[in-house]
């Protein structure tokens, strides 16, 4: 199970996270997607070392990376907050970049998780049970904080704010919309909750986690992906729609598993399906689809 989840871990740092910092926003976060590549290596190399410090060292230079950019949040809530308030930018729309709202929570929520990512990594690196959490468990929140987090989140946000920009949009699409855009957040947060309070707790953040993807899911496929461009890109949002519902699926039994007893897949097995069908079909999927539909 090691070599697989490092080899998750690795495809988020180095291409999965940079890619969605262009995305989230081209101009401002320029910057910090040119440069992450270099912290991403140190952080994808300390996986392959032995725990002990000088993985531990590596593993903290990319978590000071990691939490430079959950810095930029709450900055960018304020200015989402302050548009708000003044009715959006001069002429009357907000830049495609800083929508605010739900698409901007969600967004942020990107920013911030690889921090939490991160700071697992640098204990799990060290050997340390960070909160009194076995060491498996610190690996695996390392994975599920680039995912479920940073690309989950991500691409809800995207998916809000196509809702929010375009010249006519349902009623219905866009309440949904609105709802991936703040469940998607906020059951990863219930879910990281949960670990500190109990298995039931965790499967509530489960089933909101679950419920906000599906939503993506939909909207993609009934949404965004008629307006792509070219098959290639249909292709891939299709995929990524499809493979949302039956790993979130894998979630919610095994989740469900944890709190009742009921037989579920082993962590092995659910890194195997799970976290592979998230990382490849959903993430990878996801970010080279929406970066072609962004491609001016």
């Known amino acids: 199970m090691t070599v697989l989840v490092n080899l998750i871990v690795t495809l988020g740092m180095l291409y999965v996270v940079p890619a969605g910092l262009r995305?989230?926003?081209?101009?401002?976060?320029?910057?910090?997607?040119?440069?992450?590549?270099?912290?991403a290596a140190l952080g994808a190399?300390?996986?392959?070392?032995p725990r002990g410090?000088?993985?531990t060292a590596l593993a903290a230079l990319y978590a000071a990376a990691a939490l430079a950019l959950a810095t930029r949040a709450p900055a960018r809530l304020l200015e989402a907050r302050r548009r708000s308030r003044a009715g959006g930018s001069a002429g009357g729309a907000p830049p495609r970049t800083t929508v605010s709202g739900p698409a901007e929570v969600a967004v942020c929520t990107a920013l911030v998780s690889p921090s939490i990512a991160a700071t697992a990594?640098?204990?799990?690196?060290?050997?340390?049970?960070?909160?009194?959490?076995d060491l498996d468990i610190l690996a695996l929140t390392v994975p599920h904080f680039h995912f479920a987090g940073f690309t989950a989140a991500l691409v809800a946000g995207l998916v809000c704010r196509?809702?929010?920009?375009?010249?006519?949009?349902?009623?219905?699409?866009?309440?949904?919309?609105?709802?991936?855009?703040?469940?998607?957040?906020?059951?990863?947060?219930?879910?990281?909750l949960g670990y500190f309070?109990?298995?039931?707790?965790?499967?509530?953040?489960?089933v909101v986690l679950t419920t906000g993807m599906w939503a993506v899911a939909l909207l993609t496929w009934r949404d965004i992906r008629p307006g792509a461009r070219d098959r290639t890109t249909g292709a891939l949002l299709g995929t990524s729609a499809a493979v949302l519902v039956a790993t979130m699926l894998l979630a919610l039994w095994w989740a469900a598993g944890e709190a009742?007893?009921?037989?579920?897949p082993t962590l092995?097995?659910?890194?195997?399906?799970?976290?592979l069908g998230n990382a490849l079909g959903f993430a990878l999927c996801s970010v080279l689809a929406w970066r072609r539909l962004t491609v001016d």
């Open 23 to 39: 995305l989230i926003d081209p101009a401002g976060l320029r910057t910090a997607a040119r440069l992450w590549p270099v912290p």
């Open 45 to 49: 190399l300390c996986l392959w070392l």
């Open 53 to 55: 410090i000088p993985a």
């Open 121 to 133: 990594l640098v204990a799990e690196r060290a050997g340390y049970r960070l909160f009194g959490f």
């Open 162 to 192: 196509a809702g929010a920009t375009a010249p006519t949009t349902a009623r219905g699409a866009a309440t949904l919309s609105r709802w991936a855009a703040y469940s998607v957040p906020g059951g990863t947060l219930l879910v990281l």
């Open 197 to 206: 309070v109990d298995d039931w707790a965790e499967l509530a953040g489960a």
């Open 260 to 264: 009742t007893g009921i037989t579920h």
């Open 268 to 275: 092995t097995w659910m890194a195997a399906t799970h976290g």
